[in-house]
């Protein structure tokens, strides 16, 4: 069965040293628990913090790029980076790991086309428009609502992602900006991580009537591991008493100082006391699946973990070599081999490869 995470962070651990071909401890992601669980293929982000702007947003995605050309090209011929959909169905034949590359938050193409097809170039094939702010495409889930949609500048920007064969990612933004880019777009759009507000009505989740607008486009909606989206005792639980705040300091110094063996152990701790807490488990993602099908259509679903951007997973999916749980959990609920299959990874090959053909006719 070919897998395909939508959306993982590993490059920002890359940049905090991560060797990723070891076995790492305390490690969501490495490329041996990539080949553990079966993963067809993991797109990478090039997370860019919103307090970075202009150049210096710019460098930093150049330079979580060049650390992923450097990992990936020194692991050997079993994973290869790939650009386009023709790419990844060779590796799969080939049964070789494919690493696709995403910005999440447009902020480094700093209002200039030409960078965003320089990133193209360089074999970013996605791009998460907004983060946890507005910034110059448009406005965020967690914005302040700075254009009421996409700017201007915005609209250019879906316009020459479809021509450039670029998938247009509306994780994190607002519903205005997702409404903008549904109407914009003349290619399917996706949105990589963001499970079903129904379940748990957080804006920065995914409302049932974009989910169907996604559809209706042609698009996907890949559900998020993250346990405060799937649950809202969860989030609760989190933020209650600071504990939230106290974890986000840790792994700031942790970020500040990755080399520092204290801000390891104390990262680490973090880490392990997290996973004491009562969280949903691997079956709450199948419900969001779930809920999902429902509302989209099995064509129009799949994974998009989070996996080393967040803090603490589901019980049952602490790390990458875990995620084939998800799909026995579907089938032991009835969905044949051909439909999980459809949300382990083929919807979101043929989203790509719809992208890139509808990127001819623009």
Same mark, same amino acid.
């Given at each position: 069965m070919f897998i395909l995470d939508a959306h993982c962070d590993s490059p920002s651990q890359m940049y905090r040293l991560r060797d990723f071909h070891k076995?790492?401890?305390?490690? #969501?992601?490495?490329?041996?628990?990539?080949?553990?669980?079966g993963i067809g293929a993991s797109v990478f982000a090039m997370y860019i913090f919103p307090q970075l702007e202009g150049a210096e947003a710019t460098a930093y995605a150049l330079k979580l790029i060049s650390l992923v050309?450097? #990992?990936?090209?020194?692991?050997?011929d079993d994973i290869r980076l790939c650009f386009r959909s023709s790419q990844l169905r060779e590796n799969i034949a080939a049964k070789r790991l494919s690493i696709l590359m995403s910005l999440e938050n447009g902020s480094p193409i700093q209002r200039s086309l030409s960078l965003l097809r320089l990133f193209r170039r360089l074999g970013i094939s996605s791009i998460v428009l907004t983060h946890n702010a507005d910034n110059e495409i448009g406005d965020a889930a967690a914005g302040r609502r700075r254009w009421g949609g996409l700017s201007p500048f915005g609209r250019e920007v879906v316009s020459e992602m479809n021509r450039l064969g670029m998938i247009v990612d509306v994780s994190h933004a607002s519903d205005e900006t997702a409404s903008d880019c549904l109407d914009c777009s003349k290619s399917p759009i996706i949105a990589s991580h963001s499970s079903c507000r129904s379940i748990n009505p957080l804006r920065r989740n995914i409302s049932d009537s974009l989910m169907r607008r996604i559809a209706d486009g042609g698009g996907l909606v890949g559900i998020s591991l993250y346990p405060s989206f799937l649950s809202a005792d969860f989030a609760a639980l989190l933020a209650a008493d600071g504990l939230e705040d106290r974890v986000d300091a840790i792994e700031e110094e942790f970020k500040a100082a990755p080399a520092d063996s204290e801000k390891i152990t104390a990262w680490h701790a973090v880490q392990d006391s997290l996973l004491t807490l009562p969280r949903p488990s691997y079956k709450a993602v199948v419900?969001?699946?779930?809920?999902?099908?429902?509302?989209?259509?099995?064509?129009?679903?799949?994974?998009?973990?989070d996996y080393d951007?967040?803090?603490? #997973?589901?019980?049952?999916?602490?790390n990458v070599s875990k995620l084939p749980c998800i799909f026995e959990e579907l089938h032991s609920r009835g969905y044949s081999w051909d439909d999980v299959e459809k949300i382990a990874g083929g919807n979101y090959l043929r989203v790509l490869s719809d992208v890139e053909r509808l990127a001819g006719n623009i």
């Open positions: 076995d790492n401890d305390h490690a #969501q992601v490495d490329f041996p628990k990539l080949r553990a669980g050309y450097d #990992q990936v090209e020194s692991a050997g419900d969001h699946i779930e809920h999902a099908v429902k509302v989209a259509g099995i064509d129009h679903v799949g994974i998009g973990s951007g967040v803090c603490v #997973q589901p019980v049952g999916l602490e």
